[in-house]
């Protein structure tokens, strides 16, 4: 029992131990170091890349790109199977004049 | 947002640097203590703040003036403060598997247990291990109770900070005092055990 009211004083002193707490004080001269930071400071290739992609307008550019392109592959695919069509067709002499239509043109 | 507010936005949206000065001068100790009490460590704190300046310079254009100049201040602050703790995560586990491996990559750190400079020289001790379970709490629990704690923010600034209701700041600061709770009688057991 003793140990389990030591232990309760214990976590009670810890949740209010930070009554009564001072901020910090940063480190001086900070303008001078966001300066002197800004100045260095190397974009990397990542940060071009994200920076140039995520403007409105390339996004935007983006999209209108990928949806051509599917338009296309879409009206390529709906294309081929009309000329499969066709060409199976031709495969069974569907449309082809054969010499036979020649020799018999008189009914 | 005030009046002395908009026209310190609308310099600064100018490029002017006397303005910016002035932010850095109103707000470094805000930012620094916000910083300090996610990541617990004077020299990241110190990093996070050069960084939340610098990005705060480079978004003004972008700041609507919605919401006023130090919950914007805030915000990027938590933001960069727990980015940092993710990336820190992330190298801990990737130094966990190259020791598993046997590469000799960096030497880890062990970590230490944090003593804040603001705190009563009677309390450092105990402050010490709730920084300790504070770093084992969800993420916005301990955002709530550092604002309300540690910054003296009342609920409903925290509330618009975090971007939520009063009701749900109150419910992320029972919570999290009843995880602060569990977790330190937890220390204290083991430690009285041993």
Redesign the interface.
């Given at each position: 029992m003793q140990?389990k009211d030591?232990?309760?004083q214990?976590?009670e002193?810890?949740?209010?131990?930070?009554?009564?707490?001072?901020?910090?004080?940063?480190?001086p001269y900070?303008?001078t170091?966001?300066h002197a930071?800004?100045n260095t400071?190397e974009v990397t290739v990542w940060e071009k890349a994200v920076w140039f992609l995520s403007r409105p307008v390339v996004a935007i550019v983006l999209c209108l790109v990928i949806v051509a392109n599917m338009m296309v592959v879409v009206s390529n695919q709906s294309r081929q199977s009309n000329v499969a069509a066709t060409s199976q067709g031709d495969d069974f002499s569907y449309t082809v004049a054969t010499i036979y239509d020649s020799e018999n043109v008189q009914p | 947002m005030n009046n002395a507010e908009q026209e310190l936005v609308i310099q600064l949206q100018q490029g002017n640097e006397a303005a910016f000065r002035k932010l850095v001068d109103a707000y470094e100790k805000m930012v620094y203590n916000t910083a300090l009490g996610i990541v617990q460590n004077e020299d990241d704190a110190d990093d996070i703040t050069q960084e939340v300046f610098i990005q705060a310079y480079q978004s003004l254009t972008d700041f609507k003036g919605a919401s006023k100049i130090s919950t914007w201040l805030y915000r990027i602050t938590l933001g960069k403060a727990l980015d940092l703790e993710k990336k820190k995560k992330r190298k801990k586990r990737f130094g966990f598997v190259q020791a598993l491996f046997g590469s000799s990559g960096e030497e880890t750190v062990p970590a230490v247990e944090f003593d804040h400079p603001g705190v009563q020289l009677e309390n450092k001790e105990n402050a010490a291990s709730l920084f300790k379970a504070l770093k084992q709490l969800p993420d916005n629990q301990r955002i709530a109770f550092t604002l309300h704690k540690m910054e003296g923010r009342s609920y409903n600034e925290v509330a618009e900070i975090m971007d939520t209701t009063v009701t749900a700041v109150e419910s992320l600061m029972a919570r999290g005092r009843t995880n602060l709770k569990k977790i330190l009688s937890t220390y204290y057991e083991s430690k009285f055990n041993n």
């Open positions: 140990k030591l232990i309760q214990r976590v002193a810890a949740l209010n131990s930070m009554d009564g707490m001072q901020p910090a004080t940063p480190e900070l303008l170091r966001i930071r800004m400071r | -």
